[in-house]
């Protein structure tokens, strides 16, 4: 059992990894946000594996507090963000 744990958590890690480069090397806002919405959905399946190996419940109630903090983070950034190259000044009706 320890030998897929370990598996697991290093899968996990190169995950987190990639996700981290992704996040801080994204040309866009909106590819950060995605890559922090991946680095949570990892970091709740590293809880998720933590518990079933440490058979662990009371973790688990973390993984639900994530899941609508991220939900609604993303939502409300998705909302009300500016777009990241500015549109020129509509100048009136064209002709």
């Known amino acids: 059992m320890s030998t ?4 697991a958590a290093a899968m996990l890690a ?7 480069v992704r996040m801080l090397l994204g040309p866009t806002t ?6 922090l919405d991946t680095l949570v959905a990892v970091t709740m399946c590293a809880i998720g594996t933590w518990a079933a190996f440490s058979l662990d419940t009371t973790v688990t109630y973390s993984l639900t507090a994530l ?3 991220t939900f609604v983070g993303s939502v409300s950034v ?3 963000r500016v777009p990241d190259v500015a549109k020129p ?5 064209s002709r």
Do not use: H, S
Not at 4 to 7: E, K, L, R, S, T
Not at 30 to 35: E, H, K, N, P, Y
């Open 30 to 35: 909106l590819d950060r946000l995605v890559a």
């Open 4 to 7: 897929v744990f370990v598996i």
């Open 89 to 93: 000044a509509d100048k009136g009706p």
């Open 78 to 80: 998705a909302r009300f």
């Open 14 to 20: 190169a995950a987190a990894v990639a996700t981290m």
């Open 67 to 69: 899941a609508l903090i």
